[in-house]
Each structure stands twice: as C-alpha cells, then as structure tokens.
C-alpha cells in the first residue's frame, strides 16, 4: 500500500512546485483592500473611488521620481505609464469596479517584478486621503 503512494506524493510535489509561481501571495492590507501578485502583475481591488486612486498614484510617481510618460483617464478607467531610471516601463491599470471600489494592476517591465510593484503599491496607499 505505501509503495503505491511514494509516486502519488512526488507527482503532488512535483505539481506544487509548478504552480508555486502563478500566485505568489494573497495578503490583506486591512479590511478595504485585497492584493495579490500573479503571473506578473500586482492587483488590488481598493475601497476608493477611480479619481482618489488615480490622484494617489500620479502623487506616487512623483515621490518615486519616476517619469509618467503617458497618462489616459475616463469615468471608468485609467491608464499611467512610466519610466524608471533604467528606462524600464511600468504599467498601472484602473478601474472602476462600483462607485466606491477601484481595481488596481501594477506591471513592472515586460515580465514583472513583485519587489518594485509592491514598493509602488505601498507608496500609492501612502498618498490615499485619510
């Protein structure tokens, strides 16, 4: 019997490892927010209205001093694109989900980078009104 089960708990294993990498972490920051980082994005859904986070994220380009290079905004969404000082993009994604909730995506370059999308993420929170 344990013999039979030797080669279902590698191929278990072996399975975890594979799609350890779609989703990396789902943590909350709080009881309005929910983040996760999967297959190279940082994706929140926030308990601010669209233009209150687009505000807050145009102020957190600023701080980090990286160059928005291109900026688009509507009722219903909204688009940053900036540069940093190796010249790698950075992607953000807004959309309105209800009149008070945001969605927010964060890429870092063509792949991705959960270290620098968090450190956007959290100066964005910084710059939300209290």
Not at 39 to 64: F, I, N, P, Q
Not at 99 to 122: H, P
Request: charged share 25%; net charge neutral.
């Amino acid at each position: 019997m344990r013999v039979k089960q030797v080669p279902l708990i590698i191929l278990l294993l072996g399975a975890a490892g594979l799609v350890q990498g779609c989703l990396v972490a789902a943590v909350g920051l709080g009881a309005a927010s929910t983040i996760a980082y999967v297959r190279g994005d940082l994706e929140a859904v926030e308990s601010e209205r669209l233009d209150v986070l687009y505000e807050a994220t145009l102020r957190a380009m600023e701080k980090l001093e990286l160059s928005v290079t291109a900026k688009s905004k509507d009722a219903l969404s909204a688009i940053i694109i900036a540069r940093d000082a190796q010249d790698k993009k950075t992607t953000i994604n807004l959309k309105a989900v209800t009149d008070e909730t945001s969605k927010l995506s964060i890429r870092v370059g063509v792949f991705g980078s959960e270290a620098k999308s968090r450190l956007i993420y959290q100066e964005i929170h910084e710059n939300l009104p209290r």
